[in-house]
């Protein structure tokens, strides 16, 4: 085998072979080639896009959702997707990476790490990898779940560090778990067509705390959906949750109670993760203290 076949094996056939121009990828300063997963097709306004790297998450020459990474922290401010009713169980959670993180022009198609013979630096360096997970004390935390995604292929398209944050077990096999299953209910039972969800995180605001020194923990999950057409007979009870509605979930459960207070009833495994329920209105307040900026998520509120 000559030096440069084997040069081009593994990851970094992915990464440099495609360099000649046999594959282009398409990182770029926007979502314009998967702004379906966006309600109106409208990314979320008000986003100091300095330092985010917007994604198109690309799985067997398909998208399945959108994210906005964030280079420096090595983690997703937030993933954006179309709400689907899974036809089939959870996937083998085999993970994946991008390539188009590290060379403009390398494969748009996230890769399984399986198929990595060798990770080269600028890969290592460009994005979180699953060895920052080991040994952490944090799952890895699904912004898009996959059981939020209707086929297979959608499903394990979910499967990418792009698309995951360090969450603590209680929260992310707990209280959080539990919003995402009550939003999957709310769906199926009162919304006719397409329902857009966002889900998010908030960093902490004094000094960052990361797992490997590398991947930032955020102190706060947040996720809120549009459902533009709902049933006309919603049940009184239902009425305050459609057209939007949102929610913040604690990942710390020594943070202050500010903005999620802490139900001491909670059983001792969920204490301190709590979910805090409210209008799309209120969670953009807090996004706009938090993050400093002016923060609509859904197009004219999803109107």
């Known amino acids: 085998m000559s030096q440069k076949k084997k040069f081009c094996t593994g990851a970094l056939l992915l990464l440099l072979?495609?360099?000649?121009?046999q594959v282009l990828g398409e990182i770029s300063d926007d979502f314009s080639h998967c702004l379906d997963f966006f309600y109106n097709k409208t990314p979320p306004k008000g986003i100091d896009a300095a330092g985010y790297q917007p994604i198109c998450q690309r799985y067997k020459n398909l998208y399945h959702f959108a994210s906005l990474y964030h280079r420096q922290s090595r983690a997703p401010l937030y993933s954006a997707y179309r709400l689907?009713?899974?036809d089939g169980k959870r996937p083998n959670n085999t993970w994946k990476y991008e390539p188009q993180l590290v060379f403009s022009r390398a494969s748009s198609e996230m890769t399984p790490f399986q198929f990595a013979t060798y990770l080269d630096q600028n890969v290592i360096e460009s994005q979180a990898m699953s060895n920052d997970y080991r040994n952490s004390n944090f799952t890895r935390g699904h912004l898009n779940p996959s059981m939020h995604q209707k086929t297979k292929e959608?499903?394990?398209a979910t499967f990418t560090l792009t698309n995951v944050v360090p969450q603590r077990a209680g929260s992310n096999g707990g209280s959080w778990n539990g919003l995402e299953n009550e939003v999957l209910k709310r769906f199926k039972a009162y919304c006719n067509g397409s329902m857009h969800v966002i889900?998010?995180?908030m960093p902490y605001e004094s000094e960052p705390l990361r797992i490997n020194n590398r991947v930032s923990v955020p102190e706060y999950m947040w996720s809120a959906y549009c459902c533009p057409s709902n049933r006309s007979d919603l049940p009184a009870h239902m009425q305050s949750f459609f057209p939007t509605h949102a929610a913040v979930g604690r990942n710390d459960p020594n943070s202050g109670e500010e903005i999620v207070p802490i139900n001491v009833k909670a059983k001792a495994s969920k204490r301190g993760y709590d979910v805090r329920r409210m209008s799309l209105e209120t969670l953009e307040g807090i996004?706009?203290?938090r993050l400093?900026?002016?923060v609509s998520l859904f197009h004219e509120q999803c109107q």
Do not use: E, P
């Open 84 to 86: 689907g009713l899974a």
């Open 199 to 201: 889900t998010g995180v």
């Open 17 to 21: 072979c495609w360099l000649d121009g």
């Open 292 to 294: 400093a900026m002016s």
């Open 154 to 156: 959608n499903r394990q």
């Open 287 to 289: 996004l706009a203290q």
